[in-house]
């Protein structure tokens, strides 16, 4: 499956931003999609996981309560919409699709996914 995410830009602290995943090639509903970041100079981290029928959803403790990951199947496309922004949110931001997992440990481990997009960059001015 090929990935492409868009929607990064500048956003003020406080404000909201909302990061999309475009898929094609196999079937969507099939794959497990998932988001993650790096910041400059950091290990890429997970931010938040849906599984292919949208039925458990994990999050990072650091974006819990602010950041919503849901899809939508018939488009083909998953997203990431951040409320609450702060400064410490910007980062280039990765969707990612799997279909190994079925634990939160699995889930926010990079490591355990197929396929991913280029990333799109988010940033959060202070």
């Known amino acids: 499956v090929q990935l492409q995410a868009s929607g990064g830009g500048l956003v003020s602290a406080g404000g909201s931003l909302s990061v999309s995943c475009a898929a094609s090639?196999?079937?969507?509903?099939?794959?497990?999609m998932a988001w993650f970041r790096q910041a400059p100079g950091k290990d890429r981290e997970f931010v938040g996981s849906?599984?292919?029928?949208?039925?458990?959803?994990y999050y990072a403790d650091s974006v819990k309560g602010r950041f919503t990951v849901f899809r939508d199947n018939a488009k083909n496309l998953a997203y990431l919409q951040m409320n609450s922004l702060k400064f410490e949110d910007t980062a280039v931001y990765y969707c990612?699709?799997?279909?190994?997992?079925?634990?939160?440990?699995?889930?926010?481990?990079?490591?355990?996914?197929?396929?991913w997009g280029q990333g799109t960059q988010v940033t959060v001015s202070s």
């Open positions: 990612a699709a799997t279909s190994t997992c079925s634990t939160y440990e699995c889930y926010s481990s990079s490591t355990r996914y197929q396929y």
């Open positions: 090639g196999r079937t969507f509903s099939l794959y497990d």
């Open positions: 849906i599984t292919g029928s949208s039925s458990v959803r």
